[in-house]
């Protein structure tokens, strides 16, 4: 493989689209073993291991809180030497997660093995491919970004059923050990060879102080305050979906459907993203994404059970957790300009991998305390409306000529 600097200059690299569908496979891989198989899992390992669910999803929580611990040390060691070694010793030490979870009969072993998922997940999911993508493509950018979330939309699509049929088949360990193989058989080589190297064009020290005045900036504040609190109200209500439909007058059988269209409705999201690009900026697209989110919350306070008004909420619902992925890849560039994306994406990730690992404990600790599923939907509209308001925070006065803004005949 040819080496690249990071202005994205190569000579006999692989084309692009190529690099972007192999990356593309390895998020679905990533997103689907990492983040999505526990839910399907957890009813297995709770019965044969006689583990409560706080200690089940409890040390995935922990794993979560640990990803955001590591990702801005992550995004820095991408800009100082490129994706290609991080995101290959991400898959080794997912592959090594799932096999210490796949032994664990003491809770221990069982937190030790999702904390390494945690490291894992900092290291191999959207943020570091995303820095990744600005070091090979930085003209491209913004389509690449766009083209990798529509192949990881099919991670719970693909891994759920699949994980359920293998635990039904050989059981949670071996499925769990299945898909550690995964990682070291496909996962390792395509980072391994399909992401070139890359010449590192500042020094550990300069890349330091270039971090340091970013982290300085109260744009980047606002910017991850927004991003923070939109991963909150889509991980909280993602876990209480069904009953905060019900509490509208929907039987079970409309939020189940209801709740199915929305994963549908992300991945259009992202295509009709990818057909627009050339006309909205990246920091449009994130403030659709805000705006869309206060939408959905304010119909789930409001519609009456009318199949219409369900499948409404989950279009807006749906889009904008679909093009809030890319928003989050995508407008730090425009806001900030081309220096060190992978330690912009890591102290963005921070906050956000938090508020996702720790809202539905929140969220259940709230109507714990005596609060009614209806008010608590009302505080996720209002945490929703906080989160444009940070936004707009964040995207006021930014300069016009350091937004990026893909033409839509662009190829990859």
Request: charge should be positive; glycine fraction near 10%.
């Amino acid at each position: 493989m040819a080496d690249i600097d990071m202005r994205g200059s190569a000579s006999g690299a692989a084309p692009l689209w190529r690099t972007v569908s192999l990356l593309g496979v390895a998020q679905i891989i990533s997103w689907g073993t990492l983040y999505y198989t526990l839910t399907v899992l957890a009813a297995p390992i709770r019965q044969e291991l006689g583990f409560t669910e706080l200690t089940i999803f409890g040390a995935f929580t922990l794993g979560q809180l640990l990803s955001g611990i590591a990702a801005p040390l992550i995004g820095r060691r991408i800009d100082r030497a490129g994706g290609r070694g991080v995101m290959t010793a991400g898959s080794v030490v997912a592959a090594l997660a799932l096999f210490v979870v796949a032994i664990a009969r003491e809770p221990v072993v069982f937190t030790i093995g999702w904390m390494l998922a945690g490291v894992a997940m900092a290291a191999c999911l959207y943020d570091p491919a995303f820095a990744t993508l600005f070091q090979i493509a930085p003209d491209r950018y913004r389509r690449t970004v766009t083209g990798l979330t529509l192949f990881g939309g099919f991670a719970s699509t693909i891994f759920w059923p699949l994980s359920h049929t293998l635990a039904e088949a050989w059981g949670w360990r071996a499925t769990l050990i299945a898909f550690a193989l995964l990682h070291v058989l496909v996962c390792v080589p395509i980072h391994r060879l399909a992401i070139p190297k890359v010449k590192p064009r500042l020094s550990i020290d300069v890349a330091a102080d270039v971090a340091h005045t970013y982290e300085r900036d109260r744009r980047l504040i606002w910017l991850a305050a927004s991003f923070a609190a939109a991963t909150f109200v889509f991980s909280a209500l993602s876990a209480y979906m069904i009953s905060a439909l019900g509490t509208r007058g929907f039987t079970v059988e409309e939020a189940v459907w209801i709740g199915a269209l929305i994963g549908p409705m992300q991945v259009l999201a992202r295509v009709v993203e990818w057909l627009f690009a050339g006309r909205i900026s990246a920091i449009g697209v994130g403030f659709a994404a805000c705006a869309l989110s206060l939408v959905g919350m304010l119909l789930l306070n409001v519609i009456p059970a009318a199949p219409a008004l369900g499948v409404l909420f989950a279009l807006c619902y749906g889009a904008s957790n679909g093009i809030l992925t890319i928003a989050r890849g995508t407008v730090p560039a425009e806001l900030f300009g081309s220096h060190q994306q992978g330690a912009l994406l890591g102290s963005l990730a921070r906050p956000s991998f938090i508020a996702k690992a720790l809202a539905p404990a929140l969220f259940a600790a709230g109507l714990s305390a005596g609060f009614s599923m209806r008010t608590g939907i009302a505080m996720l509209a209002f945490v929703s409306a906080v989160a444009l308001v940070c936004f707009w925070l964040a995207a006021r006065g930014t300069p016009a000529p350091r937004r990026i803004v893909a033409s839509a005949s662009d190829p990859i």
